[in-house]
Every structure is written in structure tokens, then in C-alpha cells.
Nanobody
Framework: QVQLVESGGGLVQAGGSLRLSCAASGRTFSTYAMGWFRQAPGKEREFVASISLNGRRTYYADSVKGRFTSSRDNAKNTVYLQMNSLKPEDTAVYYC??????????????????WGQGTQVTVSS
């Protein structure tokens, strides 16, 4: 069991940056692959980024590739999402999620057993 708490969301102008953090409870954080998803009003939750157990492999949705970077600090039980060159279409509630053991289907919501409560990111034009 792991509990996740996101922070760092807010209102930013287009072209700006935000850094999201996701703090995890428990002593087994390093055994979870971590994912970031987002959900805009009226839309389905979508994959944004994933990072492997040791942080050496990262994967990104095409829509954020080159702008977003995920990292993790297993000593601090925290995963990060650095978001640069933000666009209005990035506006959504952002969620972090934990995948026990790490699945090859890192883009699939079904692979993640634990979810945070979400943090709102709003990008104004």
C-alpha cells in the first residue's frame, strides 16, 4: 500500500513553467514505477509520463515530449514532473500514480494501483 500526495500545481501563463511533486508514503517506493496522468474537463484521463523504478527510463506522451521531464528521488520517496513551455491545452488536473513492479504497458491507467488526489494546472493564454 502506498499513499500519494501531489503538489505544485497552479496558474501560469503560456510559455511558463511549473514543477509538480508527488510524495509517497511507505518504505517500498523504489519498487513502484511511477506515472503522471492528466484529465481536462469533459475529457478522459490520459497518460503524460512514466518513470521506471530506478529512474533510468522515462516515457512521454507525444504531446509533452521535449517540454516535460519526469524524475524521481527514491531517498525522498518523491517523483517530479518538470513542465516547461506550457500551453493552454496543458490545462488539466494532474495525477501521479504508482505501478507495483513496473509494467511494459506504462501508458495504461489499468496498470496503476495507487493514485493521488490530483493537482490543478491552469495555463492562461
Amino acid at each position: 500500500q502506498v499513499q500519494l500526495v501531489e503538489s505544485g500545481g497552479g496558474l501560469v501563463q503560456a510559455g511558463g513553467s511549473l514543477r509538480l511533486s508527488c510524495a509517497a508514503s511507505g518504505r517500498t517506493f523504489s519498487t513502484y514505477a511511477m506515472g503522471w496522468f492528466r484529465q481536462a474537463p469533459g475529457k478522459e484521463r490520459e497518460f503524460v509520463a512514466s518513470i521506471s523504478l530506478n529512474g533510468r527510463r522515462t516515457y512521454y506522451a507525444d504531446s509533452v515530449k521535449g517540454r516535460f521531464t519526469s524524475s524521481r528521488d527514491n531517498a525522498k520517496n518523491t517523483v517530479y514532473l518538470q513542465m516547461n513551455s506550457l500551453k493552454p491545452e496543458d490545462t488539466a488536473v494532474y495525477y501521479c500514480a504508482a505501478d507495483p513492479g513496473g509494467s511494459s504497458r506504462f501508458w495504461s491507467i489499468r496498470e496503476y494501483d495507487f493514485w493521488g488526489q490530483g493537482t490543478q494546472v491552469t495555463v492562461s493564454s
